[in-house]
Each structure stands twice: as C-alpha cells, then as structure tokens.
C-alpha cells in the first residue's frame, strides 16, 4: 500500500527557513503530480504548492509566491517543500498529497488529490 509520509516541521521564528519533505512508499511516484496543502487550527484546508509528475512544471497559491518553492526527486520518491521567510501566519499543518490522475499537470484542488499524508506541524513565532 503506498503511502505518503511527511518531515521536516517544527518550530522555527519569524524571518527563519524550513524544508519539508515527503518521501512515498510503494507505488510509482514519478507517474503523479504532487501538491502541498496546508490547514490551521479552524480554518480550511489550503493549496500552497504543486508540482508535476515530472518535476517540469510548479504552481503556486499567489500569496505564497517568492518565499515557498515545491520541487521533486523521482530517484528518492521523495517532493519538498522549501520555505522561507516564514511568518507567523504560516503556522499550520503541512500535508503532502498524490494526483488521482497519472501523467497530469499540476492543480491547486484538493479533490483532484486521492492520497494524502499525515502531515507535519510548522509553528512561527514572532
């Protein structure tokens, strides 16, 4: 069974960088788009960044643009999230998520995404 598990959170402070990674296991990753969400305590669920299968391609959430940057390693089944000048507002639970579809672009919609991780908490403090 594949599945996606996500490190590199913690708690870093304001102004600070952070990289987070997702490795997958089983499966074949190269095959999918991979995205990044993000959700804080009582608020909804949050595109930040996708990438495509074959690592060509990225999208991001306008306002995340500059400061996160999404890549891939198809040798390590392995997507990150780099992350810098971080905020407080940033804080939030990082998941990382697998297209349904194999060969596809990159998307900002959770429902176009059938496997997620747990995710890894990011705290900024000011």
């Known amino acids: 069974q594949v599945q996606l598990v996500e490190s590199g959170g913690g708690l870093v402070q304001a102004g600070g960088s952070l990289r987070l990674s997702c490795a997958a296991s089983?499966?074949?990753?190269?095959?999918?788009?991979m995205g990044w969400f993000r959700q804080a305590p009582g608020k909804e669920r949050e595109f930040v960044a996708s990438v495509d299968w074959r690592g060509e391609r990225t999208y991001y959430a306008d306002a995340l643009k500059g400061r996160f940057i999404i890549s891939r390693d198809n040798a390590r089944n392995t997507v990150y999230l780099q992350m810098n000048s971080l905020k407080p507002e940033d804080t939030a639970v990082y998941l990382c998520?697998?297209?349904?579809?194999?060969?596809?672009?990159?998307?900002?919609?959770?429902?176009?995404?059938?496997?997620w991780g747990q995710g890894t908490q990011v705290t900024v403090s000011s």
């Open positions: 089983g499966g074949t990753f190269s095959m999918y788009g």
């Open positions: 998520a697998r297209a349904k579809m194999t060969f596809g672009g990159t998307t900002r919609w959770a429902y176009e995404y059938g496997l």
